[in-house]
């Protein structure tokens, strides 16, 4: 009875496609059919011709079980899903290839990509850093000279200025077919100062410019050197190959008495040219000659001027004023002008000249000597410095001029003082900078006040007056002093001085802490003009020093020539050192001048030298 009622509830009217009946499995169920009909009614029976649990019911004959057993492929089906076409299976390939095609672009693309990053990361260089670089080279026993040049130029193109100086070597030899020692011409790395290359001189230099002498931006860097007897030459900045030389037999009668002076293009070549001045040996001729600044040829020939000179020589400094006018500026204890013009014409020997040497400037024009055609007078009171600093109201520059009762600054435009300043015992270039804030250039003077003391000004450049003075011990002579200008328009000088304690209440006069051996590298910065922060020390004589700019970094770096003690029969030590002056500012000590109210903290006073950048000088002009 339990069989039929199974086939009746199994009709093929409501009997779906079961799937693929398996024998084996209804062959190895050990429930009886007695315990299949229970559990059919315990869950309810079969509804739509399903079984509670999915399960296929059980064929009604063994026909049935045969007919079962092969059934289509296009009838197959899962348990609640419909059944698919031959084609979909073919779409499905098809996903399965484009998405696999998609997977093996994006890990293609991913891989390249690392590939170049790492390429990026190992193969182009890195800017170096220069914040912490400070470094000292020993280059050995100087053999004399008194000399000491020193410049800062970018030779090798990484982003930073290299050091070159010459110095005369304390072996025994000399030049080849002159009595005079030799001299060795140094270009040391700004990174590390280890030695990029090295020139032998046929003698000392006097003198060391490197420039551009084309202008464009793929000039090469070009440096001049100029010997205190009759050397000229040109070097490659990159190699030190020298690229010309003067012959000699062009200064027979004579001398170099100056470093060359950059010009304009004189000979239409492309290439700037240059102007020597030599003085007589026998005579005090003074001999203007030409250059050519491509071959170090001769344009045209030597224009001489009589001239007796009674004090050291002054310039000579080219000059172009507002309007264009080119002028020579020299002089022995005076400052006299003459136009490039006039030279040019003489050494050519015709009566015309470039269009660009046909500018006069009319107020200049009216100081020409009645005697002397060609010579402008300037100035004529005891000179003994002649500078160019930039003007603040005009695009040209004012003549800063050292005296021997002071200081004197007359307008470029047309020759007259600005203001002047008397004072005694000034023999060391004022050092031009911004301490005040009405944007006009301010200098920064050393004056000696009495023995082995010095004294330090500040004269404000609008008005001549003094803003800032304070005496400290020192006993080296003319120690150099420099400045650098920050991001805020500010500027930091730099000096040198003995180790400085607390002023007695009732003197001025301070003491020095240490041995007069030792000197310490002072820094003044406007806003804190109570205090100076003492940046390193030095038991050498200082020479020479140059302030640098990282432009990258925005930092500036001190580079000092330093020759050491000497002793009888062994020549003095030289040190070339570098200093960054970021670094040098946080790890500085801080002295004070004076007591301020309120007190400057250590704290506040690092909160504000760690925001100081550094940027190139503004005022570094030679002219309009």
Not at 529 to 555: M, P, R
Request: hydrophobic share 40%; with cysteine.
């Amino acid at each position: 009875v339990q069989r039929r009622m199974t086939r009746m509830l199994r009709t093929p009217e409501t009997i779906p496609d079961l799937g693929e009946y398996d024998p084996l499995t209804q062959a190895d169920s050990d429930e009886s059919e007695d315990d299949l009909v229970l559990n059919l009614q315990k869950n309810g029976g079969v509804k739509n011709g399903k079984s509670p649990l999915g399960e296929a019911p059980e064929p009604d004959s063994d026909a049935e079980v045969a007919e079962a057993a092969k059934p289509h492929l296009s009838e197959v089906t899962t348990e609640g899903y419909p059944s698919e076409p031959l084609g979909g299976l073919e779409q499905k390939a098809a996903s399965s290839l484009v998405s696999y095609v998609r997977t093996s672009v994006f890990l293609l693309t991913l891989g390249i990509s690392m590939i170049l990053v790492l390429l990026c990361a190992f193969l182009i260089p890195c800017p170096p850093r220069d914040l912490h670089s400070t470094w000292s080279r020993h280059l050995g026993s100087q053999g004399g000279g008194d000399l000491s040049p020193l410049e800062l130029a970018d030779v090798n193109g990484d982003g930073l200025r290299d050091v070159l100086l010459s110095f005369v070597m304390s072996r025994n030899g000399s030049a080849v077919g002159g009595s005079r020692p030799a001299a060795n011409l140094v270009c040391l790395s700004g990174m590390n100062g280890s030695t990029l290359w090295s020139s032998l001189l046929p003698e000392e230099a006097r003198d060391i410019t490197c420039l551009e002498l084309m202008p464009g931006s793929l000039a090469e860097t070009i440096c001049l050197v100029t010997g205190t007897h009759k050397m000229l030459s040109a070097f490659n900045a990159t190699s030190g190959k020298a690229i010309w030389t003067l012959n000699p037999n062009y200064l027979s009668n004579g001398t170099l008495a100056a470093p060359v002076v950059v010009l304009p293009d004189l000979d239409e070549d492309g290439v700037r040219d240059l102007v020597v001045l030599a003085i007589g040996e026998l005579q005090p001729d003074l001999c203007f000659l030409l250059v050519s600044g491509r071959t170090g040829s001769p344009v045209g020939r030597p224009v001489k001027y009589n001239i007796v000179g009674v004090r050291n020589l002054i310039g000579p400094q080219v000059y172009i004023t507002t309007n264009g006018a080119v002028y020579i500026l020299f002089g022995f204890g005076n400052i006299q002008a003459v136009a490039l013009r006039d030279i040019f014409v003489q050494a050519q020997n015709r009566d015309s000249s470039p269009p660009s040497l046909q500018i006069e400037e009319p107020e200049w024009e009216k100081r020409r000597s009645i005697n002397l055609s060609d010579l402008i007078d300037v100035y004529s009171d005891g000179a003994e410095l002649l500078q160019m600093v930039k003007a603040p109201d005009c695009n040209c520059s004012n003549l800063l001029i050292t005296t021997r009762q002071g200081l004197v600054l007359l307008r470029g435009q047309n020759l007259t003082p600005y203001w002047t300043l008397r004072l005694q015992g000034l023999r060391s270039p004022p050092t031009p900078g911004y301490f005040t804030d009405d944007q006009t250039l301010d200098f920064l003077l050393q004056i000696q006040d009495g023995v082995g003391m010095k004294k330090m000004m500040v004269v404000d450049g609008d008005s001549g007056s003094v803003v800032w003075s304070y005496r400290a011990p020192c006993h080296m002579k003319e120690t150099p002093a420099t400045s650098a200008v920050t991001s805020d328009r500010k500027s930091v000088f730099l000096f040198w001085a003995e180790g400085l304690s607390a002023a007695s209440p009732n003197s001025d006069i301070i003491l020095g802490t240490e041995p007069p051996s030792l000197h310490h590298l002072y820094l003044l910065h406007p806003a804190f003009s109570s205090i100076l922060l003492d940046l390193a020390n030095t038991t050498g004589t200082v020479t020479a020093s140059e302030v640098g700019i990282n432009d990258l970094w925005k930092d500036a770096f001190y580079v000092t020539r330093t020759t050491g003690p000497s002793s009888k029969g062994h020549p003095a030590a030289l040190v070339v050192s570098k200093l960054s002056l970021r670094w040098a500012l946080m790890e500085g000590q801080m002295a004070q001048l004076q007591e301020s109210t309120p007190k400057i903290g250590r704290g506040e006073l690092r909160r504000f030298l760690s925001r100081i950048k550094f940027v190139e000088a503004p005022y570094e002009v030679s002219g309009c």
